[in-house]
């Protein structure tokens, strides 16, 4: 059996027995009675900013500084960050797009770590008489806190509500390389490098940078299969790279590219992936580059870690360094991103053959239930999960 390294086939390191690892993909039929929208959340006044970041953080280590420095970021935005607005927005979207195709389905939002939490969610979901519940959660990648973390917050929600065992929740793939997300991020670099090549810069001049929330190494490296050796940052890493590929590849275009890391917290003695995006600017100006694409590749929508870390951050640091600095659109609520969830939605509703889902990358299409171990968080411990088979 040969192991891969870094982006190639997967190799499988040890079989697990077929019988303990339950479908990958739900190839049957599913009468699901509704969708739950599950958000991060946000604080939407200044009362708000506090608390909000204690519940993000509980029992994470993440010292004060930090959450001193984050609570700034938002006071700065008056108190709101605008995530829960957009998913308002991506909600109405949802709603419009499935009642174009005749799709009765109702839409539900809750969110992880502000109101509406994903307990009401699924309390009103019960009232409402709805049983078989599919969860669509705002997160494209693996790891813990873009997968994991999602699926322990749902089964936390049906134990608090006493509603484990009543609801049956399942939860659409993790959708990276899904035509309908990836395709904003196509359309965005295409028309800032448009710009660019308006402006007479060289295309040898340029630099795109794929830009991520980074996280801690333990976590990448546990992120995805843990049957799987995906090489160096694991399935987290190596999915956005094959993402960064795919983009340059439906682009036709040969300017140059790099993954970067923004975002960082945790305490500076706990590794976490890099380089950062700040660092490889300031060093792109000494390597003759005179304009830098950041495309936001791991995020859905123009949230704070975009607005701050982004369109604060970086571009004031490529301004220190006398470069020009293009921040593309997040996928937002772009008509090909609505009407892939949608299509992502009837996968599961049609039992579609996975010979059939599309994906862009070699990674996918992602498995319905999370396989054994699946982004797995030692520091957290281990929680009970929806969507994935046990451990
Ligand atoms: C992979 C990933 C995504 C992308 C996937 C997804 O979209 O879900 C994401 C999204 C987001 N992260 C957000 C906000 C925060 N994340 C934090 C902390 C952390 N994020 C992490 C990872 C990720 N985060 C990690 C490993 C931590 C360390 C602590 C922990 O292990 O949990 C903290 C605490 C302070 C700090 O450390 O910065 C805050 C306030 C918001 C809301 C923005 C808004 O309000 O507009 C969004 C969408
Ligand atoms: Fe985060």
Known sequence: MTITNGVGAPAVLAATPAAQQGPEHVEQPVAYDAIVLAGFGGPEGQDDVIPFLRNVTRGRGIPDERLEEVAHH??????????????????????????????????????????????????????????????????????????????????????????????????????????????????????????????????????????????????????????????????YAAQHLAVGEAVMRELGSAVPWQLVYQSRSGPPTQPWLEPDVNDVIAGLADEGVTAVVIVPLGFVSDHMEVLWDLDTEAVETAEQHGLIAVRTPTPGTHPAYVAGLVDLVLERVHGTATAERPALTEYGPWFDVCRPGCCENVRAGFKPAIAGVAP
Request: net charge negative; charged share 25%; with cysteine.
């Open 74 to 235: 938002y006071r700065h935005f008056g108190g709101v960050s605008p995530i829960n607005q957009q998913n308002r927005d991506l909600k109405a979207a949802l709603e419009a797009e499935l009642a174009s195709r005749g799709i009765d389905l109702p839409v539900i939002w809750g969110n992880r770590n502000w109101q509406p939490y994903l307990a009401e969610a699924l309390e009103e979901a019960h009232a409402r008489g709805f049983r078989t519940l599919l969860g669509l959660a705002t997160s494209a990648y693996s790891s813990f806190s873009s997968c994991r973390q999602y699926r322990e917050d749902f089964a936390m929600a049906l134990e608090q509500t006493g509603l484990t065992g009543e609801l049956r929740i399942d939860k659409v793939r993790q959708f990276f390389d899904h035509p309908g997300f990836v395709t904003p991020f196509v359309e965005g670099l295409r028309e800032a490098l448009a710009g660019l090549a308006e402006r007479g810069i060289a295309e040898g001049g340029i630099r795109v940078l794929f830009a991520t929330h980074s996280i801690p190494t333990d976590d990448a490296l546990r992120s995805g299969d843990r049957r799987v050796d995906y090489g160096p940052g694991g399935a």
